[in-house]
């Protein structure tokens, strides 16, 4: 992720900012040229106070505070993250609304990375059997609980994950070392570019050498997995327990974890942030990031400025009484899959034409 500033007063903003809290100019991100602009009304719409140009508009979705994206087509109804969404929560309902809103903050934070790397993103109005979708689902009473997944482009959120305390009992229920909203739109977008990566585009045998045979049950491997457990050196080969399931959660796990590492390493950069230990005499713990990691050319490349940097995260996170930033073990198996995450993404990179809005519904 990229630092912002406020261009009518220099303020450093965040990424889901709407307003500048030292001017008061609003603020909106635009996906074009990954920016955060500052705006001034005009003719129905809003102009960035330097760019000027043509007037931009923002979509429904801003009027609850749930996207601060700018379009320049006023008649288009959602930005390029939200016209990937499907079913939402009853907007109507003040504690569902406030979930739907951290969930859009995940995935408006996943949007920066795919459109950062130019993935191909089709909606399911342009591909009505593999487009990609998110349904943002709430329980009701007398229905099965929610689950979060993917399928064949369909991705589920479960609103139950933008509850804090109930994240963590279910973080705790599954012994996971990390669970957060972004990690899981990390993770089940990952299902949907295998599909789209990996078995659309010829690439299954190489994804098998490296992942293992994708063939094999899931539903079987699944419930091996919750009454065996996974192996006592799963950590020799793989990024997390969750991974060992079956082929297609090991990929999804490690896609996650590599858009995890990408964009921290991007913003420990824009922070100009380095990683030099008084007590390291020979350099095997110094990192120095000047590079953008959307576009590093190996994963050496990437492992070398991350593995310094999160060894001092996590050093700093246990000085709070905290536990580690990242809680994970890269060994060079995991580093291995990671290279072959890498190269899938930067072989992938396609410009993209703009595409019709979807229609969401409750």
């Known amino acids: 992720m ?46 960035p106070i330097e760019a000027g140009g043509p007037v931009r508009h923002f979509f429904i979705n801003a009027a609850h505070d749930a996207c601060n994206w700018l379009t320049d087509e006023a008649d288009a109804r959602f930005c390029r993250a939200c016209r990937h969404n499907g079913t939402v929560p009853d907007l109507g309902d003040a504690t569902r609304l406030a979930g739907r809103r951290e969930l859009e903050l995940g995935k408006h934070r996943l949007f920066y990375s795919l459109l950062r790397w130019q993935l191909p993103l089709r909606t399911r109005t342009e591909d009505p059997e593999h487009g990609l979708i998110f349904n943002f689902l709430a329980d009701h009473d007398g229905r099965p609980k929610v689950m979060t997944g993917h399928d064949d482009g369909v991705i589920t959120i479960a609103l139950t994950e933008a509850d804090d305390l109930e994240r963590e009992r279910r973080r705790l ?3 996971e070392p990390y669970r957060t909203i972004l990690g899981h739109f990390r993770h089940e977008v ?3 570019f295998w599909d789209v990566l990996v078995r659309d585009r010829g690439k299954l ?11 094999l049950d899931y539903e079987d491997a699944l419930k ?7 192996p006592v050196d799963w950590q020799q080969n793989f990024v997390s327990s969750y991974a060992t399931t079956h082929p297609w959660e090991d990929f999804a796990e490690t896609w996650a974890h590599y858009l995890h590492i990408v964009d921290t390493l991007e913003m420990a950069g824009e922070f100009g942030l380095d990683v030099k230990p008084r007590l390291d005499r020979i350099g095997g713990l110094s990192s120095h990031i000047d590079f953008d990691p959307y576009a590093a050319p190996d994963i050496g490349t990437i492992m070398a400025a991350w593995l310094p940097f999160v060894f001092a995260m996590n050093s700093v996170s246990r000085t709070m009484g905290t536990r580690d930033l990242y809680p994970f073990v890269l060994a060079p198996a995991v580093m291995m899959k990671l290279g072959f995450v890498h190269e899938l993404v930067q ?14 519904t409750d």
């Open 2 to 47: 990229k630092l912002f500033q406020c261009q009518s007063c220099g303020n450093i903003i965040y990424f889901e900012n709407r307003s500048c809290g030292h001017c008061g100019h609003r603020l909106a991100f635009e996906p074009k040229t990954f920016s955060m602009t500052a705006l001034d009304e005009a003719g129905g719409g809003w102009t």
């Open 173 to 175: 229920q599954m012994g």
């Open 190 to 192: 990952g299902h949907h």
């Open 205 to 215: 045998d190489a994804c098998r050498a490296v992942f293992g045979d994708d063939t």
């Open 224 to 230: 091996r997995h919750y009454q065996q457990g996974a």
């Open 347 to 360: 072989g992938a990179r396609q410009p993209e034409a703009g595409g019709a809005a979807d229609r969401e």
